[in-house]
C-alpha cells in the first residue's frame, strides 16, 4: 500500500498570511504515460463530509476559490493557501489514486493564530 | 445539481447487521464509481473500497473483506454498504463519495454506533 505523511499534523497561521501543508508518498504517483500525478486535496470542516479543493495535483476544483493551489509531483505535494480566511479553519487531507487501495493522509489540523 | 443522500444514523447491538444506503441523483449513476469512506470518531479517512456501478463488481481493501458487502440498485440510482457481525470498533462515520479517481461528490455520512 502507499503510506502517505502529512506535515506538520497541526498548523497554526495568522489571518491573511500564507499556510502551507506537505504531503509525502511512499512511492511515486506519478503515471508515465499521461504524465498525471494521481493525487487530490480535500479540505474536512467539523460537522462536514470532506471537499474537493484539488485533483491531478494542481488542477482546483470548480469553484474553489484561486487562494488555494495545489503544486508537486511524484512523492512530493503541497497545498498553500496564499491569504489565509476565518473560513480555512479545517483539516485538509491528501489522497492518492495512483493504485488500490486508496489511501489519505493523516490530516493536518489548519487553526488561526 | 449532483447529490448523494445517505441513510440516517444507526444504533445496533454487537453481533447485528446494519445496511447503509447512498442515493445518488443530479447525474447518470452508471457513469461513476462509487467508493465508501470510513471515518472513526476523531480519526482521519480510511477509504474501504469502490463498486463498479457499470458492472456491479466491487473492490474491497484490506481490512474490509468478509463482513462488508458493497452492492447497487440501478433502477434506484442507490448503492448500499451492509456491514455484519458488527463488532464495537465499527463505530464510525461511513459516507460514500463518487468517482474512481478523486472523489468530487461526497455523502453527508452515515454514524453507525455499535454498542451494548
Known amino acids: 500500500d502507499i503510506v502517505m505523511t502529512q506535515s506538520p499534523d497541526s498548523l497554526a497561521v495568522s489571518l491573511g498570511e500564507r499556510a502551507t501543508i506537505n504531503c509525502k508518498s511512499s512511492?511515486?504517483?506519478?503515471?508515465?504515460?499521461?504524465?498525471?500525478?494521481?493525487f487530490a486535496w480535500y479540505q474536512q470542516k467539523p460537522g462536514q463530509p470532506p471537499k474537493l479543493l484539488i485533483y491531478?495535483?494542481?488542477i482546483r476544483e470548480s469553484g474553489v476559490p484561486d487562494r488555494f493551489s495545489g503544486s508537486g509531483s511524484g512523492t512530493d505535494f503541497t497545498l498553500t493557501i496564499s491569504s489565509l480566511q476565518a473560513e480555512d479553519v479545517a483539516v485538509y487531507y491528501c489522497?492518492?489514486?495512483?493504485?488500490?487501495?486508496?489511501?489519505f493522509g493523516q490530516g493536518t489540523k489548519l487553526e488561526i493564530k | 445539481q449532483v447529490q448523494l443522500v445517505q441513510s440516517g444514523s444507526e444504533l445496533k447491538k454487537p453481533g447485528a447487521s446494519v445496511k447503509v444506503s447512498c442515493k445518488a441523483s443530479?447525474?447518470?449513476?452508471?457513469?461513476?464509481?462509487l467508493n465508501w469512506v470510513r471515518q472513526a470518531p476523531g480519526q482521519g479517512l480510511e477509504w474501504m473500497g469502490w463498486?463498479?456501478?457499470?458492472?456491479?463488481?466491487?473492490t474491497y481493501a484490506q481490512g474490509f473483506t468478509g463482513r462488508f458487502v458493497f452492492s447497487l440498485d440501478t433502477s434506484v440510482s442507490t448503492a448500499y454498504l451492509q456491514i455484519t457481525s458488527l463488532e464495537a470498533e465499527d463505530t464510525a462515520l461511513y459516507y460514500c463519495?463518487?468517482?474512481?479517481?478523486?472523489?468530487?461528490?461526497w455523502g453527508q455520512g452515515t454514524l453507525v454506533t455499535v454498542s451494548s
Open positions: 443530479g447525474y447518470t449513476f452508471t457513469s461513476y464509481g
Open positions: 489522497h492518492q489514486y495512483y493504485s488500490t487501495p486508496h489511501t
Open positions: 463519495a463518487r468517482g474512481k479517481q478523486w472523489h468530487d461528490y
Open positions: 491531478w495535483a494542481s
Open positions: 512511492q511515486s504517483v506519478l503515471y508515465g504515460s499521461n504524465n498525471n500525478n494521481y
Open positions: 463498486i463498479n456501478t457499470k458492472t456491479g463488481n466491487p
